[in-house]
């Protein structure tokens, strides 16, 4: 029996997504009705009728139920095709290029990225467009209004679709076509890197040591590094997804990705690691004995990007998001293209994306990516590491020494202090922000502030205007201290304080970053009285 019933509901508060998607713990999105009414309004607000999207998440608790609801909302409105990962997995950047691939109608993804999944963890839910980047902020705001008003849903009275067999399917009238979560993905990594040079690598005696947090990578990652590329069975960790991530907090820095840390900073460290998050578009690369932070590894790819055969052309202009330091900027510069500074958000890289105006991006937050997909991509990072450390036939150690000595370095680090009352947060910020204007002139820990402001970006190609994007503070020695407010938690608020500060060399380039940043961190305590407003003096977090 395939019957399509109108469900009456009411609109249910709160469902406004964040940085990347509707994000709620997971019994609330279990909820009566959660779902239903948020993917009700994402049909409402994009049209299912006649369309095509594709389907898949990272594999977290409740992505299979999740799963076979969407696709009974998508067939009962009036959907003709749906293209969904075989067990309804799929990386984001994998949704990403299905949706450029098969050029559908946009693609939703569930997803709670990098928080912890399970019976009393995240879930997440996020649609993304024809292009395969999120939905913008006009889009989401169309959905959220439309959550605020939703009166009835509609959904078709159906078996479950067998999203463990590939191939057709069919429900009520909708194709249901089950893939491979792998292999276009794959070949679109082989498309773009020299497989045959990071062949010879591994077979050369090259160490990797890959992990994938219990998250949606591990599949991906097999089939690439062991099985096409060769490297030693055993190579891949963690490669299984599970359902709680095997209890992990799946986000690749320092400070959950321990264990690879520890690996690569001990006796037996191989010569490359890496990590990705829940839903593979983070990673983390680490060198033997030597952390790349985000803004360095952004910076030391768009350099070297030249050495892959994807990117042999050169750069059209790299962009990254406010926080992230300034490194890149360096390289552009040194390159003769452009470098753009936008929000946090890979949904702000977008625009520059399609107008083919950025050929990289990146942002502090472990993401890096390019024009490849329309999201970020961790695996993608991983292998233009690989392509560039077999090209190149140096440690990451020397590449990263070699790139500093040319551009200096721009020491950084962001200190996150997590799981703040939300209003002791907000009340900090609204401080900082009012004192904003009595900041420059001053001398703080022996650093004059030049300008202080609230990030404020115009896009360069739609011209929409985005403001309240953090908090910036500018030194006259090219110090930086930002802060921020996450947009992607779901309880509470994290502070994010960003550090920065720039060495020329050629002396003081290889000191430890938090030694090298200390004035900074003192002055960003200072300057927005941290202590007094949050009652924490160190952070939980230190990337
Ligand atoms: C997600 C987005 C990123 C963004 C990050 C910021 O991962 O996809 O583009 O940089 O969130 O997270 P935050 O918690 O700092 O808002
Ligand atoms: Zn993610």
Redesign the pocket.
Known sequence: MTQITTVLTEAIAGQKPG??GLRKKTPVFMGRHYLENFVQSIFDVVGAAGKTFVLGGDGRYFNDRAAQVILRMAAANGAARVIVGQEAILSTPAASHLIRLNKTDGGIIMSA??NPGGPNEDFGVKFNMPNGGPAPEGVTEAMYRRTTEITDYKVLEAQDVDLGRIGRHQLGAMVVDVVDPVADYAALMESLFDFPAIRAMFAGGFRMRMDSMCAVTGPYAVEILENRLGAPKGTCVNATPLPDFGGMHPDPNPTWAKALMDEMFGPDAPDFGAASDGDG??NMVVGRGIYVSPSDSLAVLAANAQLAPGYKAGLKGVAR?MPTSAAVDRVAEALGIASFETP???KFFGNLLDAGRATICG?E?F?TGSDHVRE?DGLWAILLWLNILAVRRQSVAEILREHWAKYGRNYYSRHDFEAIETAKADAMMAALRGALAGLPGQQIEGMTVSTADDFAYTDPVDGSVSRQQGVRVLFQDGSRIVY?L????TEGA?L?VYLERYAAGPDGLDLDAQAALAPVIRAAHRIADIATHTGRSAPDVVT
């Not at 996450?486 to 938690?489: A, D, F, K, L």
Request: overall charge positive; aromatic content about 4%.
């Open positions: 940085t990347s990225s990098h578009d983070r998001s946090t958000g890979w942002e937050s993401g970020k921020r996450s947009g992607t938690g994290t994010r």
